[in-house]
């Protein structure tokens, strides 16, 4: 968000347009370049005002009175999405009543998991604006190993295998990338899907 031009609305409109997501922000941008001090938090309607020290500290504040009716209608339009995907959150957006908060981070986590809805959120990591929330959200909204359904692959022999996210399955990996470095020699990143790998041993 500091960067020259920057427009987090905007951006967020160019997933819907240019890649077919249904993106919809759980924060909103206040300010942006030089004059973006933090975020407005649409699960708990609060402002996270950054000081850009290395710490990474924040202030909860109330949200300001010139932008709570943005937030508001922003929360809402959330919600609309949300109802979508979670039958108990549409049967409040019917009824008039406000979801939890409790329940607002359940059904979007839930919404996540399908791959059919994107959470948005913003910061600047060189000035230190908004990486903790986006590691909290992380946390709350993106799925773990356990939570994603076996992954499909061939093996040596070109059959068909599956494997799950756990340590008790037969190894298995995907390298994505492979660099050289002057002074360890040739790197290999890799992906893994299942097992166990220890220091020392080879893959065939």
């Not at 031009?5 to 997933?15: E, I, R």
């Not at 799925?143 to 494997?163: H, W």
């Amino acid at each position: 968000m500091d960067k020259t031009g920057a427009d987090f609305k905007y951006s967020v409109s160019t997933v819907h347009s240019r890649l077919g997501g249904n993106a919809h922000p759980i924060q909103l941008a206040i300010g942006a370049e030089d004059k973006f001090e933090g975020v407005i938090d649409l699960i708990e309607m609060k402002e996270y005002l950054f000081d850009g020290g290395a710490d990474e500290e924040y202030k909860v504040v109330d949200i300001r009175a010139e932008l709570l009716e943005e937030a508001k209608e922003y929360r809402q339009k959330l919600i609309e999405a949300i109802a979508d995907f979670d039958e108990a959150i549409m049967m409040k957006a019917l009824e008039g009543e406000d979801p939890t908060k409790e329940e607002l981070v359940a059904a979007i986590r839930n919404a996540t998991l399908t791959s059919q809805f994107f959470p948005v959120i913003c910061g600047t990591a060189f000035k230190n604006k908004g990486v903790k929330p986006l590691l909290d959200a992380i946390l709350a909204y993106l799925p773990s190993p356990v939570d994603i359904l076996a992954i499909q692959g061939v093996n040596k022999d070109e059959e068909k295998v599956e494997r799950k996210a756990s340590d008790d399955e037969p190894f298995a990996a995907l390298a994505f990338k492979i660099m050289t470095d002057p002074f360890v020699g040739k790197l290999t990143f890799f992906r893994v899907y299942s097992g166990t790998l220890e220091k020392g041993s080879y893959v065939l």
